[in-house]
């Protein structure tokens, strides 16, 4: 049996693109290792140059198929993919599914794809906790463009656009009620829309409202740029270089703006913030239960009430929270 190594020692090998120790760096990430938090630390100051680019939008609209269709036109570029798949968790293991790896079967061998399946453990948000740490990685080994594909997107499961630089939100037609699918909290978010399943019927009518209401809330949301929307069909090749364009010229866009040193300093605060809660959530998960006893009488006699107890427990764990 191979002996581990430590993480601190895989720092060069990742920067190098050896595909071994960046599945390796990530299954720490995932993890939330202790143990590799200085090799953490470390390949997120050797990050920075990838462009992130988040791929979301309801369940059943194709987002899988679309995106190994979009690395494939990418791959035409000369460019290096890195794809983070964010699936449900397996019910039984708590791990990844894996149906996105399995969908982008026909890129995912492919010597500058690197596809990885990330469980989301019941986190909230459409991401799993540990996906931004898994940016770094894949940012740091050299990948030009980083892929986050979410789980799904609802009015809770937005996350990826507090993640990403160019976020694209996927509708299909025949899904339903169409426009409660767009309304959904995705209109604000996308940078790109990108309508799938393009060979039916009803995809141009879609397109159509999807340019109206985009075109009734630009005056209202400020943007600076109409939001294309992209009529593509995975199954024929139809659009797929046009989507590709429309997100190269987001890239662009945000540079010539000045939009992109501000959304990458949008992006650290958040990242800031979720790590603070998280420190915030292991600590308070460490010391409450040996601290609740007395508190859990006077609630149970009625001396205190749910809220005072509350502010209590936090003034013996965190007291600054409660000053």
Known sequence: MNPRVPSIDL????????????????????????????????????????????????PGSGKSTLVSKLVAAILESERKIGILAVDPSSPF???????????MGEVAGHPSVFVRS????????GLAHGTLEAVDILDAAGF?????ETVGVGQDEVDVVRAAHTTVVVSAPGLGDDIQAIKAGILEIADVHAVSKGDRTDADRMVSELKSMLGLGLP??????????????ALKDEGIVELLAAIDAHREHLKTSGEYDAR?????????????????HDEFERHRQDRMAD??????DGTISPHVAARRLL??????VTR
């Open 93 to 103: 293991s708590g791990g990844s599914i894996l149906g996105d790896r399995i969908r």
């Open 315 to 320: 003034a013996q764990i965190a007291p600054e």
């Open 295 to 300: 508190l859990l009488a006077q609630l149970a």
């Open 264 to 280: 990458r300093q949008s992006i650290r605060e958040r990242r800031m913030l979720k790590a603070a809660e998280r420190l915030l």
């Open 118 to 125: 990330m469980a989301t453990r019941g986190a909230l948000g």
């Open 144 to 148: 030009d463009i980083v892929i986050i």
């Open 11 to 58: 720092v060069p090998r990742v920067c190098k693109g050896e595909h071994r120790a960046i599945s390796r760096m990530l299954s720490r990430a995932e993890a939330a290792e202790t143990e590799a938090r200085e090799a953490l630390d470390l390949l997120y100051r050797r990050a920075g140059r990838a462009h992130v680019v988040g791929i979301t939008g309801v």
């Open 220 to 233: 209202a949301t400020g943007l600076k740029r109409a939001v294309p929307v992209i009529k593509t069909c």
